[in-house]
């Protein structure tokens, strides 16, 4: 849930009723609204209002653009792509923010103690040595693989393999693939 770090000055975005949700989502998306709260109801019906506007905001402002440039980098065949998406949640605030953008960062480069968004608990540490190794090899080769994680195959249109980076990572084909599709819609990504 990306969007929820970008919303610092709007509280109330954490504690939408039905309405407030459907006004906000109505906002971005407009007449396709509620057939994406339906879709994103649908796949987490746990999910309370805010859930449902954050993870729809954070597909509309990031997962579904990171997924068409991921796509065309990958058509044009000049170099191999990796995909990732980050689910560790944070669990500051009372893990309110879940997982906001730019999270990875401190786990990127290691540095997991002196943000304090990470809780810097053994968990956090333990995901950063791991995400941290793989940032290098990357840096290094253009190849994210190493031993602390599974094998990350490069990403395809047709595969979508995606490293879903959690205290337990693993690779998932299109883990976002009912959300795509809708998103990729909604915004006329083609």
């Keep these: 849930m990306e969007w929820t770090g970008l ?10 009723d039905e309405d407030g949700m459907q006004e906000r989502v109505k906002e971005l998306l407009g007449d396709k ?6 879709l994103y109801r649908k796949i987490t019906p746990s999910a309370t209002p805010s859930d449902i506007f954050f993870l729809i905001a954070s597909d509309y402002n990031y997962g579904a653009p990171t997924m068409k440039i991921a796509e065309r980098r990958a058509a044009l065949g000049k170099t191999p792509v ?30 997991i103690l002196t943000v304090k968004l990470t809780g810097g608990g053994p968990e ?14 990357f840096a290094r080769t253009g190849n994210p693989n190493t031993p602390k994680l ?13 490293m879903v980076i959690d205290n337990t990572s693993k690779v998932v084909s299109d883990p976002l693939r009912e959300q795509r599709i809708a998103m990729f819609s909604a915004l006329n990504l083609t």
């Design 7 to 16: 919303v610092n000055n709007d509280a109330a975005a954490f504690h939408l």
């Design 33 to 38: 609204s509620m057939d994406m709260i339906d």
């Design 124 to 137: 956090a540490m333990s995901l950063a040595d791991k995400v941290s190794d793989t940032w290098i090899a």
């Design 150 to 162: 599974p094998h990350w195959p490069e990403f395809t249109a047709k595969d979508r393999a995606t």
């Design 82 to 111: 990796y995909l990732y998406y980050f689910t560790w949640e944070t669990p500051v605030q009372g893990g309110l923010l879940k997982s906001p953008h730019n999270l990875e960062i401190p786990f990127a480069f290691d540095n």
